[in-house]
């Protein structure tokens, strides 16, 4: 939405490109080899400007609700007749627990080393821990940590990702874990998970009802447990 002219695009390659009719009208395929080189209007790299990003992002946001207000829920009755909603609050809190994550998970361990060894990860391993590291404030701490051994971390640029990642998922239009499923697909995964498929929730108002359809499993299952009163009683006692 505010590339200038002659920018390349991150994952394509191709660079924008101003074109006249003529051009436009010779077919995508023509456009698509005239951006493979740069126009005459050359750019230096644009640095990144979290304001317009979150700027950009609430407004995407917005247009995403309104689709979530249409879908039409009475469909899911009419499939999962048989089954009893039940309040699922999925903002328990939560108690990070990365050596579980870090035992269970060789993935996740992987990529750990990879940015401790290589100072770089890809693309879709950033998402990867993004998925999994947002539940949390020490969660996010440690993504940080593992982001900052990379040498071309910003902490500003990566606080603008995550915080977005969470908002989405907040809005119930993103952010959810990577499944292993996905991410053995993408080459970030294992390549052989083992773990238990588990029933699927949907959100039916405010309450959740649960499934017949098995949903792939996540990693996530390691990172957290959910905090119980046995829990919240030994952390009063750690205070006094």
């Known amino acids: ?8 695009h991150q994952d394509t390659k191709l660079y924008k490109t101003l074109i006249n009719y003529d051009d436009f009208s ?16 050359i750019y230096d790299d644009i640095p990144f400007d979290y304001k317009s990003n979150e700027w950009y992002r609430e407004y ?4 995403e609700e309104e689709k979530e207000k249409s879908k039409d829920y009475l469909s899911y009755f009419n499939k999962y007749g048989t089954q009893k909603l039940k309040s699922k609050n999925e ?5 990070f627990q990365p050596d579980i994550l870090f035992k269970n998970c060789s993935a996740f361990k992987r990529i750990y080393e990879e940015a401790k060894e290589k100072h770089d990860i890809d693309h879709e391993s950033r998402l990867f821990l993004c998925s999994i590291l947002t539940y949390t404030d020490d969660a996010i701490k440690l993504l940080h940590e593992i982001l900052s051994m990379c040498d071309d971390y910003n902490f500003e640029k990566s606080s603008a990702h995550i915080n977005d990642w969470i908002k989405r998922r907040h809005l119930g239009i993103g952010g959810r874990p990577y499944t292993c499923e996905r ?6 995964g294992c390549g052989d998970c083992k773990l238990e498929k588990k029933r699927k929730w949907i959100k039916v108002g405010e309450k959740y009802m649960e499934t017949n359809d098995k949903s792939s499993p996540s990693p996530v299952r390691f990172a957290y447990k ?4 046995k829990d919240k009683k030994n952390e009063r006692n750690k205070k006094s």
């Open 1 to 8: 939405m505010w590339r200038l002219v002659g920018t390349k």
């Open 183 to 188: 991410a053995n697909s993408v080459g970030v």
């Open 91 to 95: 903002n328990l809190e939560k108690i």
């Open 26 to 41: 010779r077919g995508i395929e023509y456009v698509l080899i005239l951006s493979q080189k740069p126009s005459s209007y």
């Open 60 to 63: 995407s946001y917005l247009m």
């Open 226 to 229: 959910s905090k119980n009163e």
